[in-house]
Structures are given as C-alpha cells and as structure tokens.
C-alpha cells in the first residue's frame, strides 16, 4: 500500500460506520470519478467545436447540482464529512468545477485558452480522481472486515481491537470483560425453517445486541452463531448486568421470518475478563468454558468464569 493510500486509509473509522453507510461511501465515490468523466466530456466537446457550453459545465452552482455535490450536501452534517480527507475531496471538487466554468465560456467567446489554464485544469482533474480513488480503496478495505450478512466485524478485526484494548487496560488500570455470545437450538432453525430464515435470525439478533449494548461496546462476528462482545470499564459482575439486559430482550423480541409465525430465539452468554498479559486464547478459552456451562445449565442465562470453572 502507497504513504498515500495509508493516509486515506486513516480516515476511515472502522468501527463507526454500518456496512450500508460504508457501501454507499464506495458507490458515491467511484460514481463522482465517472461523473467527472462524463462532464469532461461535455467539457471538450464544446471546446474543440467552439459551441456554447453545456450548462451543466458552466452554471455557478455546478459543484452543487452535480451528484457528488448534492450527495455532500445531504449528509455533511455526518461526522465522516468533518474528516481532512473529504474536507479536501470537496475542495478539489468545487474548485475544477469553478475554473472549467471559466475556461469553458473563454474558450467560447473568445479565441480559445492558453496550454496552461488548460493543464492546469487537467491536472486539477487527475488529483481529483486520484484522491477519490484512495478514498474509495480505504473504505472498500474498512467493508471487507465486515462481516457481509451481519454488518458486525470479523474476527480479524476482533484480535487487533482486543490486542489494544489490553494495552489499553495496561496504562489505565480500568478492567475489560469479554463475553462469546451463542444462538440457542439454532441448528433447529435451519433445519425446520431453512438457512434463509436463519439467516433473518443472526441478523436480527445482531441488531438487537447492537441496539441494547452500551455504546462504547463492540460485537463480532466470531463464527456461525457465535458472536464475541468486548465490554470496556467493566469487570465481570457490571458485564453480567450488560448482557442480562441483552438476554432479556432478545428473548422478549419475537422474530418475524417470511411465510411463518414469529420465532423466539434465546441466547446463552459466557462471560471472562480480559487480562492485559495474558494470551487472548486463553481468555476466549475461559469465556468458552462459561459458555458451554450457560448452555449445559439450561440455556438463556449468563454465566461468568471463575477459577472453580477451570
């Protein structure tokens, strides 16, 4: 990866962003390198054929009548859009737009523009494009450590944040819990129902966790129906509050699947408190033994690891 792709890529907040907010980033960028295309085109022709501009070329609103503009518009209240790199996208966008009017009724009206307004306008393009593309490469990245049915993150993206979260622990004396979270009987849901209502439940279930847990909280995507959560400033009896709440709503949340009843799904949660040195394995390690004792003692209920676990 390029300085210059690694520095796109800073702005990109992982953990922020839905998977649909990261997709539509995608879609618009690349859509405003081929609309710049398309108004170039238009651009040229009128040029080379001396014809009055088009006025999608030369009105002092181009900028903001142009997809891209009216895209940023919308949403620039939206915390990615105070972000340097989209402060500068927006700039270089504004700007060609602003001199290609200019260029565009000089070349019309009178005898045509110099070789360097006309450079320099090209080379306004290119770093336009140039700095999109980046741009749409960082956040295409960032969307493929999500996980595509769920919208959590993936278990790569797992290990880096818990690995941070210990140094963080190490510096700020503050505790951490970990929980792996599992879909009760949920091979019976494929199998009654079919993988597509299945489907409908992890992604429901995800978004009820998402919705209940505190917001400074993480879920992944830890593998079939089994999802971790990381629960900062929290030892395991404050985690075990967190996810009686979780618990309890999912539980009282029927799920609806097309062409059948509502379905109620519970889950079962084992609860372990991250240590700053000690392997993360282990750790997943204890909250898996929670787990299987939640699931063994009757399902739907939390259980935190202790020693007398092991």
């Keep these: 990866m390029s300085a210059q792709d690694n520095s796109a890529q800073q702005q990109v907040p992982d953990s922020a962003l839905s998977r649909r907010q990261l997709e539509e980033i995608v879609r618009e960028l ?68 602003a001199h290609a009017a200019i260029l565009a009724v000089r070349g019309w009206k009178d005898d045509g523009i ?8 090209l080379h306004k393009i290119d770093s336009f494009n140039e700095q999109a593309g980046r741009m749409a490469r960082a956040f295409r990245a960032a969307l493929s450590d999500l996980d595509p049915l769920t919208g959590t993150n993936t278990r790569s993206t797992m290990e880096r944040e818990l690995i941070r979260e210990q140094q963080r622990m190490r510096r700020s004396g ?38 209940t847990l505190r917001p400074y909280d993480s879920i992944y995507r830890f593998g079939g129906e089994e999802f971790l959560i990381c629960l900062p400033d929290s030892g395991p009896e404050d985690a075990r509050r967190v996810l009686d709440r979780v618990r309890n709503t999912i539980s009282e ?58």
């Design 30 to 97: 690349e859509v405003a390198v081929e609309e710049t295309r398309q108004w170039l085109a238009l651009f040229h022709r009128a040029l080379v054929c001396r014809l009055r501009p088009d006025p999608e070329v030369v009105t002092e609103d181009a900028h903001r009548v142009s997809r891209f503009g009216r895209w940023y518009s919308t949403n620039r209240d939206d915390d990615i859009f105070s972000q340097p790199a989209f402060a500068m996208l927006v700039e270089m966008h504004q700007g060609l737009y």
């Design 114 to 121: 110099s070789t360097e307004e006309y450079d320099a306008l």
């Design 174 to 211: 503050r505790p951490c819990s970990i929980a792996i979270a599992d879909i009760d009987k949920f091979k019976s849901v494929n199998d009654t129902y079919g993988h597509q209502a299945g489907d409908r439940v992890l992604a429901r279930v995800t978004r009820i966790i998402e919705d």
């Design 253 to 310: 949340t029927p799920i609806m699947i097309d062409g059948g009843d509502p379905l109620s799904v519970t889950v079962s949660f084992g609860v372990a408190q991250l240590v700053p040195r000690r392997n993360l394995k282990d750790i997943m390690e204890r909250a898996d033994r929670a787990l299987y004792e939640a699931k063994s003692g009757g399902r739907n209920q939390v259980v935190v690891w202790t020693a007398e676990s092991a």
